[in-house]
């Protein structure tokens, strides 16, 4: 499981969130506008205030950013619970396996074979990947410690107000499209990564940019599947297609063209997510040092 000392933020903020949620729920976009706006902004708010204090203090202020960095970030989570998903569906443990993505994933898993359950693994170790590592770590470099934490938030709050519930259907408009928008430059990022670091697993860059730049297009979000395709096209497996969700079933685009995936495929998904973790670190830290030099240089010429 995650380290608690790692996850206790990203709980409480859950926590919060479900009690604000709780106290102004409506079936109603502006209510939930107003709660994805109050805690994006109180997130956002918190980062600026951390940074004020270590404005004129440069070793605080990175030894802050590091800090909240390995705070928020989810990439040990991601590795964690891939592995024991990956153990579970290999000895056959797939109730095990079903429990675990049921705290990750909305999708109906209670019918799923082996070979089902490991296509939402590799799935959800994607989209986590994005949504948990890639964007953080992206808006952290473009705007700091509040752009760190505001990406986290919005992740979070994604998954406590969900558009795919019919009860957040309207209540959760608002967080849909913010996440949109968040993950919009991410997204495709991680699935650059992916394509770049497929090599290191064993696996295709080439087909996973093929899969990437053409199972996408017929996808309804402008997001989702993204990272998904590259991961499939990575692996040489096939992902997306029917969904059950507890609302209906969605008919999604397929994404790849290998064979199905199996417990195997779940591994190397860790693996390739771990390697996507490292490669965002680093060009995100030499994105941070290239607008902070950028920066610094525009405030001497004022």
Same mark, same amino acid.
């Given at each position: 499981?995650? $380290?608690?000392? &790692?996850? #206790? ?18 079936? $109603? ?5 107003? $709660?994805?706006?109050?805690?994006? +902004?109180?997130? *956002? ?10 404005? $004129? ?12 960095? %390995? ?15 990956? &153990? ?9 396996? #079903?429990?675990?993505?049921?705290? %990750? ?7 799923? =074979? ?5 296509? /939402? ?17 992206? %808006?952290?470099?473009?705007? +700091? ?7 986290? !938030?919005?992740? /979070?709050?994604?998954? *406590? ?34 394509? !770049? ?9 080439? !087909? ?33 297609? &029917? ?5 209906? /079933? ?11 995936? =199996?417990?195997?495929? /779940? ?9 996507? +973790? %490292?490669?965002? +670190?680093? !060009? ?19």
């Amino acid at each position: 499981m995650t $380290h608690p000392a &790692r996850e #206790r933020p990203v709980a409480a903020f859950t926590r919060a969130a479900r009690a604000v949620e709780s106290r102004i729920y409506a079936d $109603h976009p502006l209510p939930g506008a107003v $709660h994805a706006g109050a805690l994006t +902004g109180t997130a *956002v708010a918190l980062g600026l205030l951390a940074e004020r204090a270590t404005r $004129h203090r440069p070793v605080l202020q990175a030894a802050g950013t590091a800090v909240a960095t %390995w705070l928020v970030l989810g990439g040990t989570r991601v590795a964690t619970d891939g592995a024991q998903l990956a &153990r579970d569906l290999e000895t056959g443990r797939l109730d095990g396996a #079903r429990e675990l993505l049921a705290g %990750w994933d909305s999708r109906r898993t209670a019918d799923l =074979d082996v070979i089902g359950l490991s296509r /939402v693994s590799v799935e959800t170790v994607a989209e986590h990947t994005a949504d948990q590592v890639v964007a953080p770590l992206a %808006w952290g470099a473009v705007a +700091g410690v509040p752009g760190l934490l505001g990406a986290r !938030a919005v992740g /979070v709050l994604r998954t *406590v107000a969900s558009a795919r519930d019919p009860r957040y259907r309207r209540f959760g408009l608002a967080t849909a499209r913010l996440d949109e928008l968040v993950q919009l430059l991410p997204t495709r990022a991680a699935a650059a990564l992916t394509v !770049a670091g497929a090599p290191v697993v064993g696996g295709s860059a080439g !087909a996973a940019w093929r899969a990437w730049r053409r199972d996408t297009v017929l996808h309804p979000s402008p997001n989702a599947g993204r990272v998904e395709a590259a991961f499939a096209g990575a692996l040489e497996v096939r992902l997306g297609g &029917r969904a059950a969700y507890p609302h209906g /079933v969605a008919e999604l685009p397929v994404l790849g063209d290998g064979r199905n995936p =199996d417990a195997g495929h /779940v591994t190397r998904a860790v693996e390739l997510s771990r390697v996507v +973790g %490292w490669l965002a +670190g680093g !060009a995100s830290a030499l994105l941070a040092l290239v607008l902070g030099a950028r920066r610094r240089s525009r405030r001497r010429a004022r």
